[in-house]
C-alpha cells in the first residue's frame, strides 16, 4: 500500500485512473443497478405506449418479455462492443478509442431521453443497446489501458481499480435511483443518462493525459515515447525493470504475431489460460451477483422484504459493495490472487444454499427476510472481495501482448453473453423455481472454488512470461513441475 501511495503522488497516473472509471466501467455497475429502480415505471410506460399505439392493454406475458428484452438488449450491445475493441483500439489507440466512446455514450442518453416524449419503448430498446455497446467497448479498453499503464508492483491494485468504479457505479446507480431524487416515474428516463455527464468529463479531461506505454514500445515501437509516458505518469525514473519486461514480450510477439480471437482459440500455447478465464468469467456471471444487481428489487420483494425499505436494502447493497472494492484492492497485493477466489466461491456458494432456505420459509417469521438479506449482503462481500475484483487482474496478467486483445474480445463476448441470457430469463426462471433457482447459483460457486483450490496458478508478483509458462505445465492431474509433467496426460 505504501508503495502505491508513493507512486500515486510522483505522477499524475491517479487523475489518468480516475479518468478512465468515468468513461468505462462505471458506465457497466450504473447501467446495472439504474434499472432496478425505475422498473415499475418503465413497465408501466410499456402498457402506456402499447395503449397510446393499439387501444389496449398488453396481455402480462406481452410486458414482462418486452421488459426482459430491455434489460437483456443491454447486454446484446455489449457484446458487439467487445467485438469492436480490437479494431478500434489499434487503428486509434487506447486513448483515442475511449473518447469515441464517450460520443456513443452521449448519444444512447439523447435517444433515451426522447423516448417519453415520444410514447415509444422501441427507442428505449435501441438506447439501451447503445449504452450496451460503450459499457462493452468502454470496460476493454478500461481494463487494457490500466494494465498497460501499471508497473509489475503495483499492477494488481491498478486494475483493480476497474472493479471499483465498477461498484462507485452500481452505488450510483442505488442512489440516484432513490424516490428523493430521480427514483420517481416523472424522472425515470433522465436517471438513465446521469453517466452521459462523465462521458462528456472524459471526452474533455483524456487528450491532456499519455496514451498506455506498452501500446506505444510494443505496438509503435516508440521507446521514447513509452518512456515520457512512463514518467508522466508515476513520476521521475528510469523505469529499467518495465521497460526490459517490454523488451522481452516484444521478442516473444516477433516470434508469434499477433492472434485473433480465433486463432487463440486453436492455440495449444494458451488454452489453459484462456479456458481459466472463460470459467473464472463464467462463475461470475453465473453466481447471481448481476441478478442482484439488476433484479434487486424483484428478489427482495419476493423474498419478503417491505417495499419501502427495498430501496435501502439495495444501496446498503451498493456501499457494502465499494467498500470491499476498495479494500481487497490493498489486500490483493498481500496474499495474492489464488486465495480470494476459492475463499470467495466456497462462502458464496455456502450463502446461497441459505438463500433458498430462509426464501422458502419466509412466511415463518417476520425477520425471516431480513436473514435472506444478510446472506444475500454476503455474498456480495465475498464476491467483490474476492473473484469479482480480482478477475479484472487476472485477465491482464496471463497473456501477452499479441494474446492480450484477443483474449479481451473472447472474454468479453463470453461475460456479456452470459449475462444476456441471465437478463433474458432470471424473470421466467424466478417464476417458474421461486426459492430453488438460487441452487443454481450456489453450483456455480462451487465449480469456481473447486477450480481455483486444485488448479489455478497464483499471479503475484509474476511476469507476463513467467505466468504464462506456468498455465503451460498445467496437466490433466493439476499443477505439474517440468520433471513429472511426462508422467499426467495432457489435456489438450
Known amino acids: 500500500m505504501d508503495t502505491f501511495l508513493r507512486q500515486l503522488t510522483r505522477g499524475n497516473a491517479i487523475y489518468l485512473i480516475i479518468i478512465l472509471g468515468m468513461g468505462g466501467s462505471f458506465h457497466v455497475g450504473y447501467h446495472i443497478t439504474g434499472l432496478s429502480s425505475p422498473s415499475p415505471f418503465i413497465q408501466r410506460f410499456i402498457n402506456s405506449s402499447w395503449f397510446t399505439r393499439y387501444g389496449e392493454v398488453p396481455p402480462p406475458h406481452t ?25 478500434m483500439s489499434s487503428k486509434l489507440g ?15 442518453a439523447i435517444v433515451i431521453l426522447t423516448s417519453k416524449q415520444l410514447k415509444s419503448f422501441e427507442m428505449v430498446i435501441v438506447a439501451r443497446a447503445l449504452h450496451g455497446f460503450s459499457a462493452g467497448l468502454g470496460s476493454c479498453i478500461h481494463l487494457m489501458y490500466l494494465g498497460e499503464i501499471s508497473p509489475r508492483k503495483i499492477r494488481g491494485i491498478v486494475t483493480f481499480t476497474g ?3 465498477s461498484a462507485l457505479g452500481k452505488l450510483s446507480g442505488q442512489v440516484f435511483g432513490l424516490s428523493e431524487i430521480m427514483g420517481r416515474e416523472e424522472l425515470w428516463n ?17 487528450p491532456f493525459f499519455s496514451e498506455a506505454p506498452r501500446y506505444l514500445f510494443i505496438e509503435k515501437g516508440d521507446d521514447q515515447a513509452c518512456k515520457r509516458a512512463l514518467q508522466s505518469l508515476w513520476g521521475p ?7 526490459e519486461e517490454m523488451l522481452v514480450e516484444q521478442a516473444a510477439i516477433e516470434a508469434a504475431p499477433p492472434k485473433s480471437p480465433l486463432q487463440l482459440l486453436g492455440s495449444r500455447r494458451a488454452r489453459w489460460a484462456l479456458f481459466t478465464l472463460l470459467l473464472i468469467c463464467g462463475c461470475n456471471q453465473m453466481s447471481g ?8 428489487y424483484d428478489m427482495f420483494y419476493e423474498a419478503g422484504v417491505p417495499k419501502d425499505n427495498i430501496r435501502y436494502v439495495t444501496l446498503a447493497l451498493g456501499v457494502t459493495e465499494i467498500a470491499t472494492s476498495v479494500f481487497c484492492g490493498f489486500l490483493m497485493e498481500h496474499i ?12 458464496m456458494a455456502v450463502s446461497w444454499t441459505l438463500v433458498t432456505v430462509t426464501v422458502y420459509f419466509q412466511d415463518s417469521a417476520y425477520w425471516v427476510p431480513y436473514l435472506t438479506v444478510i446472506f444475500v449482503v454476503t455474498v456480495i462481500v465475498f464476491f467483490c472481495g474476492g473473484p469479482g475484483g480480482s478477475v479484472n487482474t487476472l485477465n491482464t496478467e496471463i497473456f501477452i501482448q499479441s494474446e492480450r486483445m484477443a483474449a479481451v474480445v473472447l472474454v468479453g463476448l463470453y461475460r456479456w453473453g452470459c449475462y444476456a441470457i441471465m437478463g433474458l430469463i432470471f424473470p421466467f426462471l424466478m417464476a417458474a423455481l421461486s426459492s430453488y433457482c438460487y441452487v443454481l447459483f450456489a453450483c456455480w460457486c462451487l465449480v469456481g472454488g473447486l477450480y481455483s483450490f486444485f488448479i489455478l496458478p497464483e499471479t503475484k508478483g509474476k511476469s507476463v512470461l513467467e505466468i504464462s509458462e506456468e498455465f503451460r505445465t498445467i496437466s490433466m492431474c493439476g499443477k505439474s513441475s517440468t520433471t513429472d509433467q511426462e508422467t499426467c496426460e495432457t489435456v489438450f
Open 63 to 87: 410486458t414482462t418479455m418486452i421488459w426482459s428484452l430491455i434489460v437483456s438488449i443491454f447486454a446484446f450491445g455489449g457484446v458487439f462492443g467487445v467485438l469492436s475493441a480490437r479494431f
Open 94 to 108: 487506447r486513448k483515442k478509442t475511449m473518447m469515441c466512446n464517450s460520443c456513443i455514450a452521449i448519444a444512447a
Open 163 to 165: 472493479s471499483t468504479f
Open 190 to 206: 433522465v436517471l438513465l443518462c446521469v453517466p452521459a455527464c462523465l462521458s462528456v468529463l472524459n471526452i474533455l479531461l483524456l
Open 237 to 243: 525514473g528510469d523505469y529499467k525493470e518495465e521497460m
Open 289 to 296: 451477483v448481476t441478478v442482484v444487481s439488476t433484479f434487486s
Open 336 to 347: 495474492g490472487r489464488r486465495p480470494l477466489f476459492w475463499v470467495g466461491y466456497g462462502v
